[in-house]
């Protein structure tokens, strides 16, 4: 990417470069998860591994964009042609009723604005989550490899450490008031009350450990 300069106005052109690969290639936001996928391919794995691998990889290097707690839709598409999609939307618990958030006015235009922001911030606000369970589907269904072997490099990547990100930095900055409110965010994300920097080192034993359980126990760690 470079800046031009000009009489008027400084403008940005962005320059890309085709890449072509011969055997297979693994694009994501971060390259410890592209790294991932790589590594499963290398391992033996298909494209389908390396694609759960590398997500299993983002949940510990971007947690605010990729989670085991998230949702979302796989889409494959088979040698033959055939299309196939793995629906792994978050759904409404079981529990889950008209009456358990109070709207703070009437009308559709705030209907999402409720009395103490339950259905924004805390336990209230999360779905059950479809995405574990869609990626062990597609592990199971269309890849070669197991579930133990596609979140190995992401347990090792958790317990080794990587280096912080700018945008990583600034998403804990911007939520910085909401992650205080839990001790365990708190003292992950914002240790001695400072959000990590840039560059910083950061290790995630504990995650590491809630993938290792995920390993052993499979996707029911969760879901039973």
Avoid at 134 to 150: C, F, M, P, T
Avoid at 198 to 219: I, M, N, V
């Amino acid at each position: 990417m470079k800046v031009k300069n000009t009489s008027n106005r400084i403008g940005i052109i962005c320059e890309k470069t085709p890449v072509v690969a011969s055997e297979g290639m693994v694009v994501t936001n971060h390259p410890c998860a592209s790294s991932a996928g790589i590594q499963v391919l290398s391992s033996g794995g298909n494209a389908v591994d390396a694609a759960i691998a590398s997500l299993f990889a983002l949940t510990v290097v971007e947690p605010m964009m990729v989670g085991v707690l998230g949702g979302g839709i796989i889409h494959l598409r088979e040698p033959s042609g055939v299309h196939v999609i793995i629906d792994g939307l978050s759904t409404a618990p079981s529990q889950a009723n008209f009456t358990m958030f109070a709207p703070l006015k009437d009308g559709l235009s705030s209907e999402r604005s409720v009395v103490g922001s339950l259905n924004d911030l805390g336990a209230l606000a999360v779905a059950v989550p479809g995405a574990l369970l869609a990626w062990s589907e597609a592990i199971e269904k269309y890849g070669n490899l197991r579930l133990q072997d596609v979140l190995a490099p992401s347990i090792q990547l958790a317990e080794a450490g990587f280096l912080v990100t700018p945008y990583l930095s600034k998403c804990i900055f911007e939520n910085a008031q909401r992650l205080l409110k839990d001790e365990g965010l708190k003292s992950t994300f914002l240790p001695n009350g400072e959000p990590l920097q840039p560059g910083a080192k950061f290790r995630r034993p504990d995650y590491a450990g809630t993938l290792r359980r995920l390993r052993d126990e499979g996707p029911n760690v969760l879901y039973s």
